[in-house]
């Protein structure tokens, strides 16, 4: 009798066969025979667990998001105990920018992602929320708790990513930027 | 006998049908059947004009840079002569945030561009120089002509950018953000 295939577990194959296409070969590679030739499976397969591309793009969102949140709290957990808040910002910064291989295929596909939705008028409530939450974590942390000077060292951050996806900036330049930045705020 | 049409007004009117298929349905809609049609042309014509999707695709980022170019310079012209250095930063920047219908599209044919071209190794080398020249122009402008903080600068404009086409900022939180980081860079 073949082993019981999870559902989620299923999902989550087929999700990481789309970031994987995403992130290697744009997304408009991203099809339902794409995904289904890398993930292994039937293109029915992928129907039966997404109906729509829109379904598949924002459970690979997901995906990522789940990745990125796992990358941010292992380099933190690695400060060890009460960090204090600047080297704690720099690292939360500096685990979401695409610096190594992981970090570049993530952003890759949010970078895809945020093309493919920006076209569309209704937005993905998601994004707002991450977006919010992260920015509230981060006044927080900040000298003078200022929700705007939060919202643009998040902004900066995202700035660099791009950039450094795009080739314009190198990865000194981009921690130098935000180094620079952080002298500003925490001066 | 007809009209003869010249070669470089053939090529921005195809151009400028991408940049509106992209802007409206996103990149994945950019094929030459599309552009064709939105141009009002054959699809034979639009290949006559661009051999590749790449070629078509580099050509509506010049496009959009020309476009940029003029806005800003539109927004400088209108701050009179001789403008003091932080007016003339914020008029710049803000020139070049989505905040408009025109410079939202122009803005959506950037993510479109970005996104098709950080999957594909080469890069741009043309975003690198436009990159590199703005980045001059704002250390000049700057108290203190620090690199580090020009790339930032820029940096934050680009994320601030990204977050108002995803709708994560408002427009009225996008310019505090900007507004708050040059409190910082000229206090």
Known sequence: ??????HQERRTQIADALMRVAAEQGLEAVS???????????????QHYFRT?????????EAV???????VN???AALGPDPAPRPLLRTLLT?????????????????????????????????NEGTA???GFITALLPAPDPARAAGLL?????????????QYTAEQALSALDAHLDLLFS
Request: hydrophobic residues 50%; without cysteine; charged residues 20%.
């Open 1 to 6: 009798m073949p082993r019981k295939v999870d």
């Open 32 to 46: 339902l025979r794409h995904v289904a030739a890398e993930a292994g499976v039937s293109a029915g397969m992928v």
């Open 53 to 61: 591309k829109d379904e598949m793009m924002r459970f690979a969102l």
């Open 65 to 71: 998001h789940v990745r990125s949140e796992a990358r």
């Open 74 to 76: 292992a380099a933190i």
């Open 95 to 127: 685990a979401l920018l695409p610096l190594d291989d992981e970090s570049r295929a993530i952003g890759r596909v949010a970078l895809a992602f945020l093309a493919y939705t920006a076209v569309r008028p209704s937005g993905d409530p998601s994004l």
């Open 133 to 135: 939450q992260m920015a």
């Open 155 to 167: 902004a900066l951050m995202e700035g660099l990513g791009l950039y450094l996806l795009g080739g």
